[in-house]
Nanobody
Framework: QVQLVESGGGSVQAGGSLRLSCEVS???????MAWFRQTTGKQREGVAS????????WYADSVKGRFTVSQDNSKPVVYLQMESLKPEDTAIYYC??????????????????WGQGTQVTVSV
């Protein structure tokens, strides 16, 4: 019954910004959350993660300094603020949740619940 819904995707030019949101519904557990992205012909890769209990975060090297993952303090919503977007950031971005947060790069097998994804397109 746990559901995740992403929003905020769209099309921007290189150097632009977007903020993605992920809303959790179904229960009140403070799930560990992560953002993944996937392009045609590629497997899903971890982009960022956050431990909603203590605020710890992780970022892929490719987005460090440009992306910021955060959470709402009063409701089950996680955000991904994306700055200085590059064409190689183009992908479908997915939100994922699990009862445990694991330090380091997240993998798809670490997460039980998934959203449907939101498209991000960055043009030159």
């Amino acid at each position: 019954q746990v559901q995740l819904v992403e929003s905020g995707g769209g099309s921007v030019q290189a150097g632009g910004s977007l903020r993605l949101s992920c809303e959790v519904s179904g229960d009140t557990y403070k799930y560990a959350m992560a953002w993944f992205r996937q392009t045609t012909g590629k497997q899903r890769e971890g982009v960022a993660s956050i431990n909603r209990r203590d605020g710890r975060t992780w970022y892929a090297d490719s987005v460090k300094g440009r992306f910021t993952v955060s959470q709402d303090n009063s409701k089950p919503v996680v955000y991904l603020q994306m700055e200085s977007l590059k064409p190689e950031d183009t992908a479908i971005y997915y939100c994922a949740a699990n009862v445990w947060w694991t330090a380091g790069r997240p993998t798809t097998t670490d997460f039980r619940y998934w959203g449907q994804g939101t498209q991000v397109t960055v043009s030159v």
